[in-house]
């Protein structure tokens, strides 16, 4: 089955700095990726959608500038955690649904494992 | 905008009992309805899917929803529970015949079964 990757599973890292996760797709094409926000114990917020080639729709309230997402293949895209701070230590998830699979929006979403930010 | 609800937060049954999670989905149009599981240390799988036809559907590890239109409702059933089902599930939607629309989550329900 498809399978989505993501790395790293965990980072930790110092107030100020940046942080990048990658998202892959493995087995399969993706032009479009969305990438969620999960705080503890509550439900997953959809931050924005990733698309392949072009710029990443972000949901209301997200900085785009803090959290930069770059789609630069069909199985790649990543977001940057720019100038973190403590209120960022979150779980992020991406997540990728295969192209060409039909356009009702009826095909399964695949999840990556996440990676678990916490800045110190 | 579309918005799911999940009623309860936290469920605890013993082994072998009922499961019944409830979802409701706000939302005008057609959608396309799911569960995911996550068990703990673990990424989101999904359990189950409806996108039309029987509202009954059935779906890995014994569980089933079903899609009652009239009360915008995908509740999430198992007739017997076992310990290895404790997780935390959610429940979701997208839009149908929208294209690569994203999903939106409740705010998940957690399932401890005890022995």
């Known amino acids: 089955g498809a399978v989505v990757s993501q790395h790293p599973s965990r980072v930790i890292c110092k107030s100020g700095t940046s942080v990048k996760i990658e998202c892959r797709s493995l087995?399969?094409?993706?032009?479009?990726m969305f990438w969620y926000r999960q705080f503890p114990k509550q439900s997953l917020m959809l931050m924005a959608t990733?698309?392949?080639?072009?710029?990443?729709?972000?949901e209301q309230g997200v900085e785009k500038d803090k959290f930069l997402i770059n789609h630069a293949s069909l199985t790649l895209s990543t977001l940057t955690v720019t100038s973190a701070h403590p209120e960022d230590s979150s779980f992020y998830i991406c997540?990728?649904?295969?192209?060409?699979?039909?356009?009702?929006?009826?095909?399964?979403?695949?999840f990556g494992a996440g990676s678990r930010l916490t800045v110190l | 905008a579309q918005s799911v609800s999940q009623h309860n937060h936290h469920v605890i049954l013993s082994e072998a009992a009922s499961l019944e999670l409830g979802c409701n989905y706000s939302?005008?149009?057609?959608?396309?309805l799911f569960w995911y599981v996550q068990y703990p240390g673990q990424h989101l799988q999904l359990l189950l899917k409806?996108?039309?036809?029987?509202?009954l559907v059935k779906g890995i590890k014994g569980f089933e929803a079903e899609f009652i239109k009239s009360k915008f409702s995908f509740n999430l059933r198992k007739p017997s529970v076992q310990w290895s089902d404790t997780a935390e599930y959610f429940c979701?939607?997208?839009?149908?015949?929208?294209?690569?629309?994203?999903?939106?989550f409740g705010k998940g329900t957690r399932l401890s079964v005890i022995a």
């Open positions: 979701a939607v997208n839009v149908a015949g929208a294209g690569n629309t994203p999903l939106v």
């Open positions: 939302y005008g149009g057609t959608v396309n």
């Open positions: 997540s990728a649904r295969e192209t060409g699979t039909g356009s009702s929006g009826a095909n399964v979403l695949t």
């Open positions: 087995d399969f094409q993706a032009t479009t």
């Open positions: 990733s698309n392949e080639g072009s710029k990443a729709t972000y």
């Open positions: 409806y996108f039309s036809g029987d509202p």
